[in-house]
């Protein structure tokens, strides 16, 4: 693959910042946004759905868990500094649970046969999903 195009964008605070992360290196994912607040700081700045989280204030994301990516962008106070690629630029890693079409478009219509942690992760819809299917909003 080739050098991937990136942008930065600058959000003022304090949080909420208006996105969803979803992903991490626990996750066998790397960090994307998986839902913004309509009119939220995100959503102003031009960011999408699906964009990748290369880096939170200038360190980069492909090692960081997801509840590390999370601790970044809480210790970030009121100034926070994401380079992002568009969703499009590169092609996400699918656990091996996901039924979902190649195109990374992910479904989990069933409990995965492997779950590390020995947990049930749930959807907002109460849908069985496995660890690698957990959102977390911030």
Known sequence: ????????????????????????KDFSM???ISRLTPGGKA???GVGVGDWVLSIDGELTSP???????NRIRACGDRLCLTLSRGSALRPLRPA?????????C?????CQTNLEGKTFYSKKDKPLCKSHAFSHV
Request: overall charge negative; hydrophobic content about 40%.
């Open 43 to 45: 959503a102003q700045a």
């Open 64 to 70: 960081m868990t997801h509840i590390e990516a999370q």
């Open 1 to 24: 693959m080739g050098e991937v195009e990136s942008y930065k964008v600058i959000l003022n605070g304090p949080a909420p910042w208006g996105f969803r992360l979803q992903g991490g």
């Open 97 to 105: 649970c996901c039924l979902g079409p190649a195109d990374g478009a």
């Open 30 to 32: 790397p960090l994307s």
């Open 107 to 111: 479904s989990a219509p069933q409990i």
